[in-house]
Nanobody, 119 residues
């Protein structure tokens, strides 16, 4: 089992920045990929960014490219999401997730952290 705990959400004005953290514990050696997702009220869950657990291969949703950066600290089993130039449409609950297989769905999820961007 892998446990994921997110932190760093909050209220910020448009144009501001936030950094989300996701601390992983348990069988972290089984993780191959980590991702950040978000879900706004009335909308489907969206994958925002993902990164390989080893190596630097990362991917971003078009809506956040150039504004968000995903990074990994393997020594501390933590993944970060640096969010700059935030927009009101970035308002959502952000979830961290971990995957144990190269393909397929994510196996473990955090509890989520609220990000609210005011205009």
């Amino acid at each position: 089992q892998v446990q994921l705990v997110e932190s760093g959400g909050g209220l910020v004005q448009a144009g501001g920045s936030l950094r989300l953290s996701c601390a992983a514990s348990g069988r972290t050696g089984s993780i191959v990929r980590m991702g950040w997702f978000r879900q706004a009220p009335g909308k489907e869950r969206e994958r925002v960014a993902a990164i390989a657990w080893s190596g630097d291969l990362a991917a971003y949703a078009d809506s956040v490219k150039g504004r968000f950066t995903i990074a990994r600290d393997n020594a501390n089993n933590t993944v970060y999401l640096q969010m700059n130039s935030l927009k009101p449409e970035d308002t959502a609950v952000y979830y961290c997730a971990a995957r144990q297989n190269i393909g397929g769905s994510y196996d473990y999820w955090g509890q989520g952290t609220q990000v609210t961007v005011s205009s």
